[in-house]
């Protein structure tokens, strides 16, 4: 029997890539920590989308497209604002915004600080998150991939929603920026920290969007009218990364191996993280 098991876990170690020095079991427990990081993220997604939701049904919203004059659309901007201010102090979100169907700002504040209506930009249209937003159904949320933010000025995600009326239309769309290194203190919770093991996330791109040895300086450089560039600011793993599973990574496939690097054996675990077309990477020195 002991030889018969013996010649199980040397075939399931050569099926799944892996040598003989880095055991099934230690695979099997980074993978469980992937998918607890995984769950992290996906908690942190629908506390963010549910809260932005939540603050949209509030009948200011709706009371101030229907406003027949300036008074009362003043007096409904100002109560919109309020609810905003509590929602970014709660939530630590970098930015609260209400748009226009034109794409006319009609709030915004960034950093408790409400930006005067002569401040306001008539251009948001533009914006990458706009007419995604305006696509999604009552109580849906739109997250848009990482970006600059010209307000702020440095990384952030985007949670949209629309406002809509009785009638099924959307005037206008409310939104808050939450900024990147929020989502990265997320996933790399509790994560024992060195060079011997560490906890990434990866775009589909192959951009290190998260390394928790590292913390990134997510703050513009440059200035604003300059294209931000994700090269820029997040280093990119190369194809011969992980023993050369990049690729997998990249597409978001699960899997494990292990990879030499200066001379040491490392064990790798890798999943899609659940959160855009990201994966969650484990890595650790081999047992």
């Known amino acids: 029997m002991k030889i018969k098991l013996i010649a199980s876990l040397i075939i399931f170690a050569l099926a799944s890539g892996l040598s003989m020095n880095v055991t099934a079991g230690q ?7 992937l998918a ?5 993220l996906e908690k942190f997604n629908k506390k963010h989308e549910r809260a932005l939701v939540n603050a949209a049904q509030d009948e200011a919203f709706k009371k ?3 406003a027949a004059s300036n008074d009362e659309k003043a007096k409904l901007k100002a109560e919109i604002e309020q609810l905003s201010l509590s929602v970014q102090a709660k939530f630590k979100v970098d930015e609260m915004c209400l748009i226009d169907k034109k794409g006319q700002e009609i709030s915004r504040i ?9 401040d306001l930009s008539p251009e948001e249209g533009s914006a990458p998150f706009f007419s995604p937003a305006f696509a999604k159904k009552a109580r849906k949320v739109y ?12 990384w952030v995600v985007a949670y949209v929603t629309p406002i809509v009326l009785e009638d099924g239309s959307k005037p206008g769309i409310y939104h808050f920026e939450v900024p990147l290194y929020s989502i990265q203190k997320a996933v790399n919770r509790g994560i024992d920290v060195g060079k011997d093991s560490y906890l990434l996330l990866v775009d589909k791109n192959g951009y290190i969007m998260s390394d928790s040895r590292e913390k990134y300086k997510l703050e513009l450089k ?4 300059d294209e931000v560039l994700l090269k820029n600011y997040f280093p990119a793993s190369k194809d011969d990364d992980f023993g050369g599973m990049t690729s997998n990574i990249r597409k978001g496939i699960e899997g494990a191996g292990d990879f030499t690097q200066d001379g040491k054996k490392y064990a790798v675990a890798y999943k899609p993280a659940g959160y855009f077309e990201w994966s969650i990477v484990r890595v650790q020195a081999a047992k």
């Open 64 to 66: 101030y497209f229907k």
């Open 143 to 154: 997250v848009s991939e990482p970006y600059m933010s010209a307000d702020s000025l440095r």
């Open 36 to 40: 607890m990081r995984a769950n992290l």
């Open 27 to 33: 695979t099997d427990d980074m993978q469980d920590d």
């Open 110 to 118: 960034v950093f408790k600080e409400i930006a005067p209506d002569a």
């Open 222 to 225: 440059g200035s604003i009218e």
